[in-house]
């Protein structure tokens, strides 16, 4: 008999619950013995639970975490504090831990996997990114031959949700904001989706595993989707690409290049087609090419599929660790983003007057910004709208061109800027 320590009953420990109990006998027969939740932490013990099971709760952590019948503690309160102490105390006593918490292993990984290595534990967190999407152990374990170049993905589902109605249903961000919030796609605080810092969390732990560096969301360039407008939806259309929030890390000469943002990305790109709550990661490296994964990023079901798949791993080889631990063992920095390349999406307002696009040309043409296209769209009373598509660039050219247009007395502003990504 394999004994869980539970640690929070929210949305995905309840799924968990469920698995367990409904794949009973399954989960058995893999396993080779039972799966038993001996106790499960909770903040208010009188809540009313949507379960049908007579559950054994505590509001004590110790009871749990210092059980020593417990062989695994799985950490599904969320947040740093106090889920951090309780998974490094867990790791202390010699339990093996499952997490979804990808805001602690991204920042916390390194001490974590110190603590577990030293245990002769396992930490295992195929939950923290991709809901029910398999990514973590394929990388670490099935894609261990290769050298990786790139991870490229749809890793927020509010996100995506909210750029997939823009797109669909021609509506402003604030609208759809208020209806993803209603349907419970977003949190009433909405920021650590809109604004990319949960996607950057996810990119940050991808990122580690698959370049085999640490690197802590903060090293990331992080832009989120308030700025995004039906209209630029509409111009990336024509132009034959969809917008998508984007997590992006690849290896340049030795150093690492990371960002999350808004970008276009071509409508025949296999990242393109991925909407609504779905996620999708592509992994490009030698020798497998390229392979992609796809799913459901968030939500009972899926990741609890992906805790569950956890424990039984860790069940199987409950006396046989086999340490797949910290998989970062060289230091690669990651590059700032002014240093990075890329090409741009740019919507500006000028002046509608002969000259205007020439001289807005050639303060690009000054800072090396090359133009591949440029649309001039219907202007209101003497206002023309330039849309240009440029090639690759500088970050640091792009912004020092984008200041001197802003300070040209004939731009009345610079409405939108956009990566554009994706080799189809
Ligand atoms: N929801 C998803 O779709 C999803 C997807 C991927 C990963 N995750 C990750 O999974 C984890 C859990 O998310 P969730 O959505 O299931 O969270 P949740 O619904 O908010 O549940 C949190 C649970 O933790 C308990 N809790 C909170 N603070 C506590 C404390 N100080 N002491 C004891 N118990 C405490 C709460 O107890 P009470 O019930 O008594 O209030 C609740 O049962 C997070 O790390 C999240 O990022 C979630």
């Known amino acids: 008999m394999i004994n869980i320590g539970l640690l929070g009953l929210g949305t995905v420990a309840t799924g968990v619950v469920e698995v367990l109990e409904k794949n009973q006998k399954n989960i058995e027969k893999k396993v080779g013995e039972a799966i038993k939740i001996k106790k499960i932490l909770v903040r208010d013990i009188n809540k009313k639970r949507n379960l049908p099971y007579n559950l054994p709760l505590t509001t004590k952590p110790e009871e749990i975490l210092e059980d020593s019948d417990i062989d695994i503690i799985v950490e599904l309160i969320g947040g740093e504090e106090p889920a951090l102490s309780y998974i490094k105390t867990a790791l202390t006593n010699g339990k093996h831990v499952v997490t979804a918490n990808k805001e602690i292993i991204s920042k916390h990984g390194k001490i974590l996997f110190g603590l577990a290595e030293k245990a002769g534990k396992n930490l295992l967190f195929e939950a923290s990114v991709g809901g029910g999407i398999p990514i973590i152990r394929p990388l670490k374990e099935c894609l261990a031959a290769n050298e990786i170049y790139e991870i490229m993905g749809i890793v927020n589902g509010t996100t995506n949700y909210i750029l997939t109605e823009m797109t669909e249903r021609k509506k402003e961000f604030g609208q759809v904001l208020k209806d993803a919030q209603r349907l419970g796609y977003a949190e009433s605080d909405p920021s650590a989706d809109i604004d990319g810092f949960d996607a950057a969390r996810k990119l940050a732990i991808l990122a580690s595993i698959g370049f085999n560096t640490r690197i802590n969301p903060a090293e990331i360039y992080t832009e989120g989707i308030r700025n995004i407008t039906s209209k630029d939806i509409l111009y990336a259309k024509e132009l034959g690409?969809?917008?998508?929030?984007?997590?992006?890390?690849?290896?340049?000469?030795?150093?690492?290049?990371?960002?999350?943002?808004?970008?276009?990305?071509?409508?025949?790109?296999?990242?393109?087609?991925?909407?609504?709550?779905?996620?999708?990661?592509?992994?490009?490296?030698?020798?497998?090419?390229?392979?992609?994964?796809?799913?459901?990023?968030?939500?009972?079901?899926?990741?609890?599929?992906?805790?569950?798949?956890?424990?039984?791993?860790?069940?199987?080889?409950?006396?046989?660790?086999?340490?797949?631990?910290?998989?970062?063992?060289?230091?690669?920095?990651?590059?700032?983003?002014?240093?990075?390349?890329?090409?741009?999406?740019?919507?500006?307002?000028?002046?509608?007057?002969?000259?205007?696009?020439?001289?807005?040309?050639?303060?690009?043409?000054?800072?090396?910004?090359?133009?591949?296209?440029?649309?001039?769209?219907?202007?209101?009373?003497?206002?023309a709208e330039l849309v240009l598509i440029t090639h690759m660039v500088k970050e640091k050219n792009m912004k020092l061109a984008l200041d001197e247009i802003l300070s040209y007395s004939q731009t009345l502003e610079v409405s939108n800027v956009i990566r554009v990504e994706g080799d189809v």
């Open 241 to 383: 690409y969809v917008i998508k929030l984007l997590a992006v890390s690849r290896k340049r000469n030795g150093r690492i290049e990371a960002s999350v943002s808004p970008v276009f990305m071509p409508i025949k790109h296999p990242l393109a087609g991925v909407n609504d709550v779905y996620n999708a990661i592509m992994v490009t490296g030698y020798p497998v090419g390229r392979v992609m994964f796809f799913g459901r990023g968030a939500g009972k079901d899926p990741t609890s599929s992906a805790v569950v798949g956890d424990i039984i791993e860790i069940a199987r080889n409950k006396n046989n660790c086999k340490n797949v631990l910290c998989t970062c063992f060289v230091e690669k920095p990651v590059i700032n983003i002014g240093e990075t390349e890329s090409r741009f999406y740019l919507r500006l307002q000028v002046e509608d007057k002969p000259g205007v696009l020439a001289k807005i040309a050639g303060i690009f043409s000054n800072y090396n910004v090359s133009i591949h296209s440029v649309v001039q769209k219907s202007a209101e009373k003497a206002t």
